[in-house]
């Protein structure tokens, strides 16, 4: 079946420092994949994402690259600010879904102090 | 403003009530779905919908009911609240056809407490 696994927070850094979330999946076929970040009290929203092997989603600094040889969507930055506090999902869509069904990871808490 | 919405933003009950929390979307999203996000948990299906008048169970689908005969509006109904059913729901839709890059919109959330 289809299911995502990610690191498991909390994920506490200082302001400039490297971030790396990792992300891995399982799934038959060829999924979408996504980050989604939630702030607090509120929604989630797309963070970035990826359509097939070997592109690169990015968006505000953050990166992830889809790796079909080790099904991993890793979530990286090279430098977090305090805004990037927030908590991220993982996610996947299996292409041959009619429906664009998402399955979502657990989430990891980021904190970022300055 | 278009997009989606959620009603009420915090509901506290009691068991044995029955609540329904309601979801709006004004972009004609055919797609919409109810999860739950609890902590240890991430986010599960509840029910998911691809037209008015189709709807369909996800993963953790007892003690909750939808229906959807607008496109518009996806409402969730705890028949009978339980304690297990205090969380955080998130309403979200997505698009259809060519366009659809599987991208879910999602609602503020709507925080139920069951006492």
């Known amino acids: 079946g289809n299911s995502v696994t990610q690191m498991e927070g909390p994920v506490t850094l200082s302001e400039e420092a490297f971030l790396t979330i990792n992300c891995t999946y399982t799934?038959?076929?060829?999924?979408?994949l996504f980050w989604y970040v939630q702030y607090p009290g509120e929604g989630l929203q797309l963070l970035l994402k990826?359509?097939?092997?070997?592109d690169k989603g990015s968006n505000k600094g953050f990166e992830a690259t889809y790796r079909k040889e080790t099904t991993s969507f890793h979530l990286e930055k090279g430098s977090v600010q305090v805004s990037d506090s927030a908590v991220y999902f993982c996610?996947?869509?299996?292409?041959?879904?009619?429906?664009?069904?998402?399955?979502f990871g657990r989430g990891t808490q980021l904190t970022v102090w300055p | 403003d278009a997009g989606i919405t959620q009603s009420p933003r915090y509901k506290i009950t009691e068991t044995g009530r029955q609540v329904t929390l309601m979801c709006h979307q004004t972009w004609s999203h055919s797609y919409m779905f109810w999860y739950r996000q609890d902590l240890g948990h991430g986010l599960r299906l509840i029910y998911y919908s691809a037209a008015a008048d189709i709807t369909d169970k996800g993963e953790v689908p007892d003690g909750y009911v939808v229906s959807r005969s607008k496109t518009e509006n996806f409402p969730l109904t705890l028949e009978s609240a339980t304690r297990s059913q205090t969380s955080v729901y998130f309403c979200?839709?997505?698009?259809?056809?060519?366009?659809?890059?599987?991208?879910?919109?999602f609602g503020e959330g709507s925080r139920l407490t069951v006492l």
């Open positions: 996610a996947l869509s299996h292409r041959g879904s009619t429906l664009g069904r998402l399955y």
């Open positions: 990826a359509t097939k092997a070997d």
């Open positions: 979200a839709s997505s698009q259809t056809g060519p366009a659809n890059t599987g991208e879910l919109f």
């Open positions: 799934a038959t076929g060829y999924p979408s």
